[in-house]
């Protein structure tokens, strides 16, 4: 499976920006898909993952009420639409995709996930 993300960029505090993940080399409707991020000096964290049909969603407490993750299966891609955006939302944000134990599987583990895409560099002004 290759993942292309893509979106990232430039926003003052309180702005909004939409990231999108497309995959290919796989089913694509068979997959979980999750966001990370990783701030500079600090390690990856855990943003959103969403459920093979979008059926579930599980968001980082710190992102919940402002973040929403989807997909759409037709064209093979998921979002992370980020709204209210906060300096501490600066990061590189990298998609991945999981092999889901169970139809329902959203999880916060990037053990869980077997492939990654690049990173989409996102910066938050104050």
């Known amino acids: 499976v290759q993942l292309q993300a893509s979106g990232g960029g430039s926003v003052q505090a309180g702005g909004s920006l939409k990231l999108s993940c497309a995959a290919s080399?796989?089913?694509?409707?068979?997959?979980?898909m999750g966001w990370f991020r990783q701030a500079p000096g600090k390690e990856r964290n855990f943003v959103a993952a969403i459920s093979w049909n979008g059926g579930s969603t599980s968001y980082a407490d710190s992102v919940k009420g402002r973040f929403t993750i989807s997909r759409d299966n037709a064209q093979s891609t998921v979002y992370l639409q980020m709204n209210s955006l906060k300096p501490e939302d600066t990061a590189a944000y990298y998609c991945?995709?999981?092999?889901?134990?169970?139809?329902?599987?959203?999880?916060?583990?990037?053990?869980?996930?077997?492939?990654w895409g690049q990173g989409t560099l996102v910066t938050v002004s104050s």
């Open positions: 080399g796989r089913a694509f409707s068979s997959l979980a």
């Open positions: 991945a995709a999981g092999i889901p134990l169970s139809r329902s599987e959203v999880s916060s583990s990037d053990r869980r996930y077997d492939y």
